[in-house]
């Protein structure tokens, strides 16, 4: 099975390598493997029971799109996801470029002056976050640091400490004053058609900035390192070329989707393959 990688009406020229870079951005990639491989089953969450080919991810991907555009998110807007491992943000991963938002890889251990500073440092203008898991319960340690979302209407928060921050989507099994849930933001996908979409995914260009990832920050404060679609999906591709993976092939992926060995190495490498991401737990163990 030959992947449809390159768009044959793109001409793009780059340094010494017998293959070439891959220059588009990552929602029409994603979206010529799904044309290619409908069937071929591109996710699995163990601990959620969730299976997706890549025909039904590709359609998570593109209603949850609409769903942000609806609440007026788009083209260069940050959108913090600060959660263990779950569909959800691999759904989040593969919708955001496609409307040129900029995801924000929040590490699901921070406690709250390191969640400040990200989403300060960033300029994030929506948060999404998991429901508690383990120590961390991520709507109380957001409510520590703006208080103001339990009597806010949700998209219209207005925090002392984040004042960029409008809109914090809860996906899971959880309510949240102040917040949208997944499924009300997936409700509000209807009043976007699919055309608006696809006009807004097609005014992207590879070398936007799509994604912003953090340090460790163990000599200071965290640094977020802006990386592009080129940037992110090359890297995965060629890691998966050395892995030499195919559509037959199906990655565990334990390790963290916030950094980018879960999200580019582990997700980008499999979907530039045509392979199927297994997630087997929130959390490595």
Not at 89 to 106: D, E, R, S, Y
Not at 115 to 125: F, I, K, V
Request: glycine fraction near 8%; include cysteine; aromatic fraction near 8%.
């Amino acid at each position: 099975m030959t992947l449809h990688l390159y768009d044959d009406r793109l001409s793009y020229v780059h340094g010494a390598s017998d293959i070439p870079l891959i220059g588009a951005t990552i929602g029409d990639l994603f979206d010529r493997v799904a044309a290619d491989l409908p069937e071929q089953e591109a996710l699995v969450s163990c601990h959620q029971g969730l299976r997706y080919s890549y025909r039904a991810l590709r359609e998570a991907c593109d209603e949850f799109a609409r769903g942000l555009l609806a609440l007026g998110l788009g083209k260069g807007d940050r959108i913090g996801i600060w959660a263990p491992n779950h569909a959800e943000w691999v759904i989040a991963q593969f919708a955001t470029p496609k409307i040129g938002a900029i995801l924000v890889n929040v590490n699901p251990a921070y406690r709250t002056h390191e969640l400040e500073y990200a989403l300060r440092q960033s300029g994030c203008a929506a948060l999404i976050i998991a429901p508690p898991f383990k120590t961390s319960d991520y709507a109380g340690l957001l409510r520590e640091v703006c208080p103001e979302l339990d009597s806010c209407p949700p998209g219209q928060l207005r925090a002392a400490r984040l004042p960029e921050l409008r809109t914090v989507i809860a996906f899971g099994d959880q309510r949240v004053p102040g917040a949208f849930h997944w499924d009300e933001v997936l409700a509000r996908a209807d009043a976007v058609p699919p055309g608006t979409l696809a006009a807004r995914q097609a005014e992207q260009a590879f070398d936007d900035p799509i994604n912003i990832q953090y340090t460790s920050g163990t000599t200071g404060f965290p640094k977020g390192a802006t990386l592009s679609h080129h940037s992110i999906l090359n890297n995965g591709f060629f890691i998966g070329e050395r892995m030499r993976l195919t559509p037959a092939d199906r990655l565990c992926i334990p390790v963290p989707f916030y950094h980018c060995f879960g999200m580019v190495l582990g997700n980008l490498a499999c979907v530039t393959h045509g392979a199927t991401m297994v997630i087997p737990a929130e959390a490595f163990d």
